[in-house]
């Protein structure tokens, strides 16, 4: 039944998750903690010079979720890791948003830079692919997408070894 329960949690997750990915311009509460650890991460990354100090933010955006993911998996928290693999999808969603803004900067920025400091602005202006903002905002998109997938693989995983316990048990 417990079992059941779960496996209901992580559809319910990742329809929350398709339907971010349906709006994903659009602010949404999920993004905030997101926009937290972005931050953070250009804390953690400050001392590596300025290029990765502003992508710091967008990097610490997807490790962090990520290490926590396989921290879960390898304790046997198949669920847990299913479920935060999923939420890397609204954190992809949260970055194309913020790189396809990368041109015209109308999005309110978190900070202490002046009205022009952009971490997507700056980064693919380093790169010299500022003019395919629409192209990396749509991998994004595509990448948020493969996670929410990955994420459900993942809980059917965890899904098919309970059942594969629980039979050898019966």
Known sequence: MIRLFKAGLIAALALYCITIGSAWKEWHAIYQPALIIHEM????????GQFINIAGGSIFQLLLPIAFASAAWSKGYRFMAAAITMTLGPSFFYMASYASDAIVMQLPLVGFGDATSHDWNYLLTEMGVLESTHFIAGLFVVLGYLSIVGGLVLGGIGFMRESQRESAWG
């Open 41 to 48: 991460g250009h804390l953690v990354f400050i001392f590596f």
